[in-house]
C-alpha cells in the first residue's frame, strides 16, 4: 500500500532561519504532490501544489521541491516568522483520492 | 475558493448512540470527501460522497458503521453509528475546488468525544 512518511513529528527554528521539511513516499508514481498547514483545531489548508514534471514551485516565502527519482519532496519556508508555527501536511493522489502524511509541527521561536 | 460549514462543531456522545455530522457548501461541487483525524494523527480518507449515489468507501471503513448521503452538489451528512470510544476523532469534510488542479478545501471540522 502507499506510504507517506514526513521526516520528524516536530521541527524547532529560530525566527529568520529557513525551516525544511520533508516528504517521502513509497508505492506510487502520483502525478503531483500538494503541501498543507493545519493550525490546531483548524482544518487543514491548502499551500502549494507541484506536478511530477516540476522540479520546483515557489509562492511567496515558499518553495517545495519534486524528487520522482528520489520519490521525495521538500518544502522550504525561507525567513520563518513565529506566524508560520504550525503543522505541514503533505499528500498526493492515490486512485482520485488525496492520501495525507502525519505531518510535521514547526515552532519558529522568536 | 469554498466555504464549507460543519455541524456540529463539537459533541460528547455516549457509547453505542450515533451522530450525525452535516457539511453544507456554499458552492456546487463535483466530488466531496469524508476525512477522519485522531489524536496526534494525520487524515484518514473514510470516504468519497457522490453524488446521487452509494459512497465509495476506503478500505476499513464500512457502510452500516459510517453511512453517508449526498442527496445534491452542496451538502453532505456523515453518521458515525454505535459509537464506542475508538471513534474519538475530529471528522473533517473537504471538496475538491472546481477548476482547480487537485487541491482540496476542508471544514473546520467537528470533533467527538465518545465516553
Known amino acids: 500500500s502507499q506510504k507517506i512518511e514526513q521526516n520528524s513529528e516536530a521541527l524547532n527554528i529560530q525566527e529568520g532561519k529557513t525551516a525544511t521539511l520533508t516528504c517521502n513516499y513509497t508505492?506510487?508514481?502520483?502525478?503531483?504532490l500538494q503541501w498543507y498547514r493545519q493550525d490546531p483545531g483548524r482544518g487543514p489548508v491548502f499551500l502549494l501544489l507541484?506536478?511530477?514534471?516540476?522540479k520546483e514551485k515557489r509562492k511567496e516565502r515558499l518553495k517545495v521541491t519534486f524528487d520522482t527519482t528520489l520519490k521525495q519532496s521538500l518544502f522550504h519556508i525561507t525567513a520563518s516568522q513565529p506566524a508560520d508555527s504550525a503543522t505541514y501536511l503533505c499528500a498526493l493522489e492515490v486512485r482520485t483520492a488525496l492520501i495525507f502524511g502525519k505531518g510535521t509541527t514547526l515552532s519558529v521561536s522568536s | 475558493s469554498a466555504v464549507i460549514s460543519q455541524k456540529p462543531s463539537r459533541d460528547i456522545c455516549q457509547r453505542g448512540t450515533s451522530l450525525t455530522i452535516q457539511c453544507q457548501v456554499d458552492?456546487?461541487?463535483?466530488?466531496m470527501f469524508w476525512y477522519r483525524q485522531q489524536p496526534g494523527q494525520s487524515l484518514t480518507l473514510i470516504a468519497t460522497a457522490n453524488q446521487g449515489s452509494e459512497a465509495t468507501y476506503e478500505s476499513g471503513f464500512v457502510i452500516d458503521k459510517f453511512p453517508i448521503s449526498r442527496p445534491n452538489l452542496t451538502f453532505s451528512t456523515l453518521t458515525v453509528s454505535n459509537m464506542s470510544p475508538e471513534d474519538s476523532s475530529i471528522y473533517l469534510c473537504?471538496?475538491?475546488?472546481?477548476?482547480?488542479?487537485?487541491?482540496?478545501?476542508f471544514g473546520e471540522g467537528s470533533r467527538l468525544t465518545v465516553l
Open positions: 507541484i506536478r511530477e514534471n516540476e
Open positions: 508505492n506510487y508514481s502520483p502525478a503531483y
Open positions: 473537504s471538496v475538491l475546488r472546481t477548476g482547480g488542479v487537485g487541491e482540496l478545501f
Open positions: 458552492s456546487q461541487v463535483t466530488m
